[in-house]
């Protein structure tokens, strides 16, 4: 009784309001954890990717491998010059190494989902197809078949 | 007391605040799409002979390093591609020069499945845009051609079909691009 008493003679701004925030916050949160993915990467190179109408969405990410095709980014054009190179997990490498990396992802998997890998051309837009046909080559020498043309929609006008 | 147990959940508040930043720092959204590609194997040195693909039942698409497109023979605009690649895939007047149907049974009935395959050329100076925007070209084409067979035969669009007839529709429609082995085709830097 005396609770019920000494509020309604203080008319304070009930603050019940902090309990719905945080829910909220929450809810955001999970928002954000659910739609985006860990960035394992640090990109290297600038990848604008070229617009593609008919793309289709990687349906397992977990069992893609990322290749990077661009020029270096601002802060590595002084070390690697502004040609195009392939970026392999973080740092950036040649053709040859391409391989080593197949492999190595190859090993990441289970025995029984290592024929539905994907590899995932992630390429710039600006680039010359020399360097991505001398990579494609190479993944047909390690068998790596499976390929995505990262791409992406069109801006709806 | 009750003054305390307000604290408690403002600061859980805080807490969540803290986590949301930390996770739209370090995430990003997935915007892994694109066009998908089976790659053809490395050919054996005892089957390195190419198996003899009938003249008219193949288009050559080829893109110079100036990004010029040609199809078949003719320089063409990119735009008149998709129409010139259904024409070629469907060959509605039975023209000779255009290829052969083939009668393929699939799941009981019988289609005609039209032999043509598109085979891809680029030169080592083809900027990546337009090898990918031609790309898309030829995909929607076959994905036109595959909504038609689909509207034809099941009354309904492609993408709306079980999983069953996708399979029927993607064998009746095949997408057979086929990237060649790199050739210079433009003069050499």
């Known amino acids: 009784m005396s609770k019920f008493g000494s509020s309604s003679n203080k008319k304070e701004v009930p603050q019940a309001s902090s309990n719905s925030l945080s829910d909220i916050v929450f809810m955001l949160l999970f928002f954000f954890m659910v739609t985006t993915q860990m960035r394992e990467t640090e990109n290297k190179v600038k990848v604008v990717m070229p617009e593609a109408s008919e793309v289709a969405k990687l349906e397992r990410k977990d069992l893609s491998a990322n290749i990077n095709i661009g020029s270096p980014t601002l802060q590595y054009q002084a070390k690697f010059g502004t040609d195009a190179r392939i970026q392999l997990n973080d740092s950036f490498k040649t053709v040859a190494d391409i391989r080593d990396f197949i492999a190595a992802e190859r090993d990441a998997m289970s025995e029984a989902e290592r024929s539905l890998m994907t590899v995932n051309l992630r390429v710039d837009q600006d680039v010359r197809m020399g360097i991505v046909s001398d990579v494609k080559q190479e993944l047909r020498r390690c068998s790596a078949l499976k390929i995505m043309y990262a791409a992406r929609k069109p801006a709806k006008d | ?189």
């Open chain 2, 1 to 189: 007391m009750a003054r305390r147990t307000f604290n408690a959940i403002g600061s859980t508040a805080d807490i969540a605040f803290l986590l949301l930043c930390y996770f739209l720092m370090t995430t990003t959204m997935g915007d892994q799409s694109g066009l998908q590609r089976r790659l053809p194997p490395i050919p054996d040195e005892k089957t390195a002979q190419d198996q003899k693909v009938n003249r008219r039942n193949i288009i050559i698409v080829r893109i110079n390093s100036a990004d010029k497109l040609f199809a078949g023979s003719e320089a063409m605009d990119i735009s008149l591609l998709k129409d010139k690649i259904k024409e070629f895939l469907t060959n509605p007047t039975n023209d000779p020069n255009l290829p052969e149907k083939e009668e393929k049974e699939i799941e009981g009935k019988t289609y005609k499945v039209s032999k043509g395959v598109i085979s891809l050329q680029n030169d080592r100076g083809t900027s990546y845009q337009a090898y990918i925007a031609v790309q898309n070209e030829l995909v929607k084409a076959v994905n036109e051609l595959r909504d038609e067979f689909s509207r034809a035969n099941f009354g309904k669009k492609f993408s709306r079909l079980s999983e069953e007839e996708q399979d029927i529709v993607k064998k009746a429609v095949p997408q057979n691009i086929s990237e060649a082995e790199p050739k210079d085709t433009g003069k050499k830097k």
